[in-house]
T-cell receptor, first 112, second 116 residues
Framework: SQTIHQWPATLVQPVGSPLSLECTVEGTSNPNLYWYRQAAGRGLQLLFYSVGIGQISSEVPQNLSASRPQDRQFILSSKKLLLSDSGFYLC???????????FGDGTRLSIL | AQSVTQLDSHVSVSEGTPVLLRCNYSSSYSPSLFWYVQHPNKGLQLLLKYTSAATLVKGINGFEAEFKKSETSFHLTKPSAHMSDAAEYFCVVSDRAGGGADGLTFGKGTHLIIQP
């Protein structure tokens, strides 16, 4: 069966520090991969998605970036974190556009 | 372009009473529709999906939803609420032709509160 892993589960970082969140999928090949952010008490905001290795589409201009170095690995990065980057970050995957996405357990990021 | 409207940001019911979470959508094509549940500090878990088969869809944990094309609705129901149902619920519409995010829209969520 397919599984999706995100880490770390929680992260506290100072303003201006770098960021690297990782997401990996197991049990499938060539998935579509997504990064979402969820601010406190709000809905999901799509940040990036990828339909293949090295292919990244950005939905929102910001100081975050994403990379897909391997087929089932999706990384969210920042060189310098802002206070506004705080939130709950979710990774998701799917294979078929008419089938549901599958979500990881998320990373709670707090910026001090 | 498609859209999703979850008509209530908060719904409060007593334990053991029915639950109704409302979702209306608009789509140019025949969409797929999903309901997800999110417990605090957790990812989204799929409750049920409609993909142009039976219009009454049964999901996990006793939830079900009915696709009504004439009303462009996909309301989520449960006959008897349980304390463990307290969570955030998201309605999602997808009329994507391929991979990627074009044609995928999430509702803003409904917070379900269960009173003892």
């Amino acid at each position: 069966s397919q599984t999706i892993h995100q880490w770390p589960a929680t992260l506290v970082q100072p303003v201006g520090s770098p960021l690297s969140l990782e997401c990996t999928v197991e049990g499938t090949s060539n998935p579509n991969l997504y990064w979402y952010r969820q601010a406190a008490g709000r809905g999901l905001q799509l940040l990036f998605y990828s339909v293949g290795i090295g292919q990244i589409s950005s939905e929102v201009p910001q100081n975050l970036s994403a990379s897909r170095p391997q087929d089932r690995q999706f990384i969210l990065s920042s060189k310098k974190l802002l206070l506004s980057d705080s939130g709950f970050y979710l990774c998701a995957w799917d294979r078929d556009p008419n089938q549901p996405q599958h979500f990881g357990d998320g990373t709670r990021l707090s910026i001090l | 372009a498609q859209s999703v409207t979850q008509l209530d940001s908060h719904v409060s019911v007593s334990e053991g009473t029915p639950v109704l979470l409302r979702c209306n959508y608009s789509s140019s094509y025949s969409p797929s529709l999903f309901w997800y549940v999110q417990h605090p500090n957790k990812g989204l878990q799929l409750l049920l999906k409609y993909t142009s088969a039976a219009t009454l869809v049964k999901g996990i944990n006793g939830f079900e939803a009915e696709f009504k094309k004439s009303e462009t609705s996909f309301h989520l129901t449960k006959p008897s609420a349980h304390m463990s149902d307290a969570a955030e619920y998201f309605c999602v519409v997808s009329d994507r032709a391929g991979g990627g995010a074009d044609g995928l829209t999430f509702g803003k969520g409904t917070h379900l509160i269960i009173q003892p």
